[in-house]
């Protein structure tokens, strides 16, 4: 089981930028697929990234972070990052990090599909 913990999150203007940061537990992302989702007040968890520990492998985006949201990893450093760009009063939420064996695919988005989650990082866009 990992520990995941996200950082990163604050209050920014519309048409800014934040880099949040998921730090993973564990000897490796090595075999591991990390979702970052997104919880709005009132509203359902949805996907907005995941990637995988393989170069070999892309990213997937849900359609509304294609083109302004990016997720990277740095394995030596077991960190995941999703560098968010563009920020609108849409994209409040608390976002979460999520890790599973695996490689992204088909169903990425599911988060019942997810074992291990992080506490949360709260996003607030507003001016």
């Known amino acids: 089981q990992e520990q995941l913990v996200e950082s990163g999150g604050g209050l920014v203007r519309p048409g800014g930028s934040l880099r949040l940061t998921c730090q993973v537990s564990g000897d490796t992302l090595t075999n591991l697929q990390i979702a970052w989702f997104r919880q709005a007040p009132g509203k359902e968890r949805e996907g907005v990234s995941c990637i995988t520990h393989s170069d070999l492998d892309g990213e997937i985006y849900a359609n509304f972070a294609a083109g302004r949201f990016a997720t990277s990893r740095d394995n030596s450093k077991k960190t995941v990052y999703l560098e968010m760009n563009r920020l609108k009063s849409d994209d409040t939420a608390d976002y979460y990090c999520?890790?599973?064996?695996?490689?992204?695919?088909?169903?990425?988005?599911?988060?019942?599909?997810?074992?291990?989650w992080g506490q949360g990082t709260q996003v607030t866009v507003s001016s």
């Open positions: 999520a890790a599973k064996p695996g490689f992204c695919g088909p169903g990425w988005d599911l988060p019942r599909e997810y074992t291990d």
